[in-house]
């Protein structure tokens, strides 16, 4: 039951992640999560790594947490944890691009890489 809620939870903040990426192209737009120059989301979301094959990560993001609800329901432990494993290393990526490169701490992506780092957890728990 755990492993479903970190994945509505990830699907949520993908999906609201996806939907401030969509409006960027809007000048009167300002994102919630944009709290300040050195804590923004957009900063990450618009830069050259906010992207994977043309797409948005959050696009696959979207994707990547309705597969893992849908494999918790048919209780594929291991899959999960492969797939989390995975995650968890993208995270740790993006994370530095975040921090270190980019210089800016956004919070949709960090919530997203501590739900990510709660799957594997508690899938390797299973």
Known sequence: MLIEILSVIGFLLSFYAYSVEKKLGNKNYKPVCDISRNISCTKAFSSRYGKLLGKSNSFFGMFFYLAICFLSLLNLANYIFFLSAFAVVGSF???????????????????????????????YKL
Request: proline share 0%.
């Open 93 to 123: 990526y993006l994370a530095y691009i975040s921090y270190v490169k980019l210089r800016t701490f956004c919070l949709i992506c960090t919530s997203i890489y501590l739900v990510n780092l709660l799957l594997l957890f508690f899938s």
